[in-house]
């Protein structure tokens, strides 16, 4: 690991799916069904080659996917309507759950003097489904999704940035440290300034992809968190 020479972090910003929210591969289900509504014949070339899209750019905000894969914004637009309320009946369904330490790991870091925030590629109506099938509503102050940031999600910085705006818990963007599974959460803390942009391996991606796209630090999982942040930034090795 690399040393981090910043100055204390205050602010987290925690992805979910694949961060603090195992799935089960709920993603790659919900699209399936969502891909079939505008005739992507589930096992055909084309289905197979969208799901690889899917699945390389695990992290980014699902319209966004959606646009690349089919075009015309109205095409987008229904399949990620029918993306999402295909994962929602999932979620509703009791397939999702922590990452195992997770809540644990954010109450300690609560408990640590830190604002954490939880942010999604997903819309808001899914978020929230998430939140309450876990009981987390009341777990951290701020929740955000690509809407609550302009529109615009991974891997842009803007949801890093809305929190730290909203949020005001640091002086500066070298305090916030930004964690998720994926080669876009990396990239969004980066190009945000985050003093410590931290990959864990629980979800879609590999510590080669996670330190390529700029991870400071890869973890077995977020459980491990409030540990390395409860170091002094020099000791962040």
Same mark, same amino acid.
């Not at 330490?101 to 954490?116: M, N, P």
């Not at 991870?215 to 977020?222: I, R």
């Not at 459980?223 to 170091?231: E, H, K, Q, R, Y």
């Given at each position: 690991m690399s040393v981090v020479q910043d100055n204390r972090i205050g602010l987290v910003v925690l992805d979910m799916a694949g961060t603090t929210v195992a799935d089960g591969g709920l993603v790659e289900q919900a699209f399936s069904a969502a891909a079939a509504g505008l005739g992507v014949e589930p096992g055909s070339a084309d289905h197979a080659e969208k799901l690889a899209y899917v699945r390389a750019t695990m992290g980014e905000s699902k319209i966004s996917v959606f646009r690349h894969l089919f075009g015309e914004e109205a095409l987008a637009q229904r399949a990620n309507a029918a993306f999402e309320k295909a994962y929602g009946e999932l979620v509703d369904g009791g397939r999702i759950a922590p990452v195992p =330490? $997770? @809540? #644990? $790991?954010? #109450?300690?870091?609560?408990?640590?003097?830190?604002?954490?925030v939880l942010t999604t590629g997903f819309a808001r109506v899914t978020q929230d489904a998430i939140l309450d099938a876990l009981g987390w509503r009341d777990l951290v102050e701020l929740t955000l999704c690509p809407a609550d940031a302009g529109g615009r999600g991974r891997p842009y910085p803007d949801m890093v940035l809305s929190a730290f705006l909203r949020t005001g818990a640091v002086a500066g963007v070298q305090e916030v440290a930004v964690v998720g599974d994926t080669a876009y959460d990396m990239t969004s803390g980066v190009r945000a300034g985050a003093g410590v942009v931290a990959g864990v391996l629980t979800g879609a991606h590999g510590e080669a #992809?996670? @330190? $390529?796209?700029?991870?400071?630090?890869?973890?077995?999982?977020?459980?491990?968190?409030? =540990?390395?942040? $409860?170091?002094?930034a020099g000791a962040r090795s």
């Open positions: =330490g $997770a @809540r #644990e $790991a954010i #109450e300690q870091l609560k408990s640590q003097d830190l604002t954490v #992809e996670l @330190r $390529a796209h700029g991870a400071t630090h890869v973890l077995a999982s977020v459980a491990d968190l409030p =540990g390395l942040l $409860a170091l002094p």
